[in-house]
Structures are given as C-alpha cells and as structure tokens.
C-alpha cells in the first residue's frame, strides 16, 4: 500500500480509532458517526473527519461510516496483518507488568524475548516470554530480528543499555525510564514518563480547584 504522509497526531489517534472499531464491528454494528466515534474516543468530531480526510472519501455525508470497511481499511493502514516482535530490556516492577500485558488486546505486536542482569530470572520463561541475560541480548536480538525494544531499566544504566540495543540494530525504542537517551538520528526514540504525566494531571487537577 501506498505510504501516507500524515501529522503525528493523526498518527497517534489512529490505533485509539481501531480498536473502537473492533469494537462496533464485534457488536454488529454496520455504520457509525464521526460524533459517535467522538463520543467514545475522547476526540471531537472535526479532528475526527480531519484525521479521517488524509486517506480520502472514507465515509458518506448523512450515513457516516461503514465499520467493516473502515476497520479493514485501517487494519492495513496499521499493518494488522503483520505480527511485529517487540524486546522487553529489563525485568523489573515495571518489566514485570509489561510481561504480564503483552499488548493482549492487539494482533500485531507481541513481546518475545526478555532480558536482565538477575540470575534468579534469567533462563526462566515468564507470562510466556523467554528471559536472557544481557549478555545474550545482541545475539538474540540480531538473530529474531528484532529492530524495536522497551527499555525498562534502572536511570544508571539506561544509555549504556540503548546504546548496546542500538548497537545491536535496535531502531526504535519505547523508553520507560525517565532519562532523555542520547540516540542517532535514525533511531526513534518513544519517552513514556509515568512520573511526568502524573505530576501534569495533578496540576491541571490543583488548577481547576482553583477556577
């Protein structure tokens, strides 16, 4: 299929809009509204059809959207077919409860090798995922062909660690730590501060009270 240039907001709403889909389809539903989409997802309706617009006529005005249609057409927007292996780079707390997810509620991803420094893990399989050592990491990555992780290390050791995935032909890493990691330009680095985001909700949340 022919790649579509679109802003990364879009981009970024686009699994939200599939997984609604799914959703409709799994219930029966034939069509669907951009205002109902709007009310689901958390997303008004303009930038719905915005969103929508950058892969042509999706829908029809006054009947909406066909949901079988739109969710195959999504599903290959976002490659549903194609089942993407994804490493898990430290087995911690946080290691752990991103075992125990695996991105169940997807087709298309699915964590298949772990890595860590303790030895009362490693070796071991958990929540269905073989653990390695971090000696093992280049090896293993290179030969299941792997080129995106989620690093979940301690800060210390993070941009040690990204820089031996990198090494190792890692090109895109989902970075649990709250450390900005150095990477070159060809590798896309995804930050996900849980800390962060949290201390910005409750500001909003203190700002409001005081409205």
Do not use: C, W
Not at 2 to 13: D, G, Q
Not at 97 to 106: C, I, P, Q, S, V
Request: charged share 25%; net charge positive; no cysteine.
């Amino acid at each position: 299929m022919e790649t579509i240039k679109i802003p990364k907001a879009t981009a970024k709403r686009l699994p939200l809009y599939y997984r609604y889909l799914i959703f409709l389809n799994d219930e029966g539903k034939e069509k669907v509204s951009s205002t109902e989409l709007s009310e689901a997802v958390q997303v008004d309706s303009a930038s719905i059809r915005r969103d929508f617009s950058y892969f042509g006529a999706l829908g029809k005005r006054g009947y909406g959207y066909d949901v079988k249609s739109l969710l195959n057409f999504f599903k290959k927007i976002l490659n549903q077919d194609t089942l993407t292996n994804v490493a898990l780079v430290g087995v911690g707390n946080m290691g752990h409860a991103l075992l125990n997810y695996n991105f169940k509620r997807t087709n298309n991803i699915r964590i298949s090798a772990a890595f860590d420094i303790n030895p009362k893990i490693t070796g071991t399989i958990m929540s269905g995922v073989p653990v390695y050592d971090m000696s093992e990491m280049k090896k293993q990555l290179q030969e299941q062909q792997i080129s995106i992780a989620i690093l979940s290390v301690p800060q210390s050791a993070a941009q040690k660690t990204a820089d031996e995935m990198i090494e190792a032909g890692i090109k895109g890493i989902m970075n649990f730590t709250p450390l900005r990691l150095s990477a070159p330009a060809d590798v896309r680095v995804q930050n996900v501060d849980l800390a962060t985001e949290l201390q910005t909700l409750i500001y909003f949340l203190d700002s409001d009270k005081k409205d």
